[in-house]
């Protein structure tokens, strides 16, 4: 070999093994810790990018235990569940200064979407057996059931007080269930615990349905969040490119059952105590609040195609995603740049863009 | 007769054998690290079981001549069939039964989840991450 050749081989040979080991280098330098486990009635997967992110995935596994603790129905002793035992009997329960935070929002969400949001619904979800994930409970209650527990659905009798951190229900047999809202909430509280950390990026998947996303994906490219057909769950509809973001979805195929050939859902109007029958098979929202992602994708299912457009051309704070019965999807304008939609892999689907 | 005087490497236009010898050990240098870096082919599939974020077994997928059958002391006891290269739950005796639901499961990275047993049936194995256009479903 020339006293050339030599170099050159060795040149090629390095230029060669460089650009291969670069992108397996990089992947395990970025590779996130993961934990899932099972909180708040659902299986949590956390996932966290960064120098200290074992550390915050540790802490954030605990807030999110603790914080269960004090949101859930059904432990004895926790906030709620003590809120609801003392219903009617006019004491101002102590609570966590959470908790009447948590249960301020909801009230807010119930005021700004005319009551297609309200915690109180409890007694009326127990009766048609949801909230128990025990398919054997679901039932349909008969109309004078539901007559006498509607005046129970009330928030104008759950009163909050945020500076002496207590709350009161004022009817015996009055319940408040946070099932709607506490998951959305507690993903802000773990995007705040997240700032305490030095965190690039986390997936915070609270139960599929609930997800808020810090930065960008371990990449450095904005999260891809591909959206669940609701009419076939193996099945995707389209694929949203976001980062820094909130979103939740509610979706009628999550919970049903079938009685004399009709099909009833889990997601009921307050006002009337039935499922929801407006025509839309599932609501994604997008928004910077986790909280108000989770109450108004509920809100949004209830209240119906033009009442959610309504709501979301009266705020600024949201966009969404409705799929319709009727096979169209309607897009809010604000995601008209970060969404992916393929016509040829579109399920049926028809997408619409809609404008202020 | 006089040696013709050789010229220097720079302006010489035919290849020389020592051009070829780069060339070949190039190409064989290629040709090792193609080989080195080659998708790697579907790796061996393990089943693992979490009871409450506990392991409490692990079980190779094979290719086998009739399905396998493992009960789980879950609080609602549960079956899981392996079955070649895929598993599920045929049954559980658990209220909501969405985990029998689920199906059958075979590629690295999917689970079944029992939510009332707070079980998560997971494959474990070399994933194809290429093949993923998304981080995360909602739904």
């Keep these: 070999m020339s006293s050339r050749a030599i170099p050159t081989f060795f040149l090629l040979s390095a230029l060669l093994l460089s650009s291969c080991a670069l992108p397996g280098g990089e992947t395990s330098a970025a590779e996130p810790a993961q934990r899932q486990f099972f909180a708040m009635n659902t299986l949590m997967t956390l996932q966290i990018t960064g120098e200290e992110a074992e550390d915050a995935l540790s802490a954030a596994v605990e807030e999110v235990n603790r914080l269960d603790r004090l949101f859930s129905r059904s432990q004895s002793e926790s906030d709620i569940a003590r809120l609801n035992a003392h219903a009617g009997d006019g004491t101002d329960v102590p609570l966590s200064p959470e908790t009447t935070e948590l249960l301020s929002l909801a009230l807010e969400e119930t005021s700004a979407t005319a009551g297609a949001f309200d915690v109180t619904v409890a007694p009326v979800i127990d009766a048609w057996g949801f909230g128990t994930g025990d398919a054997g409970q679901y039932r349909l209650p008969s109309e004078g059931e539901l007559e006498a527990l509607l005046p129970l659905v009330d928030s104008a009798a759950l009163h909050v007080d945020t500076a002496g951190n207590t709350a009161r229900l004022d009817r015996s047999g009055m319940e408040v269930d946070l099932g709607g809202i506490a998951k959305g909430y507690t993903a802000d509280r773990l995007v705040e615990l997240l700032g305490e950390y030095d965190v690039s990026s986390a997936l915070l998947n609270l139960g599929s349905s609930t997800i808020t996303l810090v930065g960008n994906n371990p990449s450095g490219q904005p999260w891809r969040v591909a959206l669940k057909d609701p009419q076939d769950e193996e099945q995707q509809i389209l694929l949203l490119s976001l980062s820094d973001q909130a979103l939740s979805t509610s979706g009628a195929y999550e919970q049903h059952f079938e009685e004399n050939g009709v099909t009833y859902h889990h997601i009921l109007d307050p006002r009337t105590g039935y499922p929801a029958q407006t025509g839309i098979l599932s609501v994604t929202v997008v928004s910077d609040n986790g909280a108000r992602a989770d109450a108004l994708s509920t809100a949004l299912f209830v209240a119906g195609p033009e009442q959610a457009l309504e709501l979301w051309r009266a705020d600024n704070s949201f966009e969404c995603v409705l799929c319709l019965e009727d096979g169209r999807i309607l897009i809010t304008q604000g995601l008209e740049d970060q969404f992916l939609y393929n016509e040829e892999d579109s399920h049926g689907y028809t997408c619409e863009i809609v404008r202020r | ?139």
Excluded at chain 2, 99 to 104: E, L, R
């Design chain 2, 1 to 139: 007769m006089a040696t013709p005087a050789r010229s220097s490497a720079a302006d010489r236009l035919r290849p020389a054998p020592g051009d070829a010898l780069v060339v070949l050990l190039v190409l064989c240098a290629a040709l090792a690290l193609l080989w080195l870096l080659r998708p790697a082919p579907a790796g061996e599939l393990t089943v693992e079981v979490r009871l409450d974020g506990t392991l409490i077994g692990s079980y190779p997928l094979e290719e086998a001549d009739a399905p396998v059958y493992v009960d789980v002391n879950a609080p609602w006891p549960l079956t899981l069939e392996l079955d070649g290269r895929r598993v599920r739950i045929s049954h559980s005796d658990c209220p909501s039964q969405d985990c029998v639901h689920t199906g059958w499961i075979d590629e690295a990275g999917e689970q079944i989840i029992c939510l009332p047993n707070k079980l998560i049936i997971s494959l474990v194995g070399e994933q194809d991450t290429q093949s993923k256009d998304f981080d995360v479903i909602v739904g």
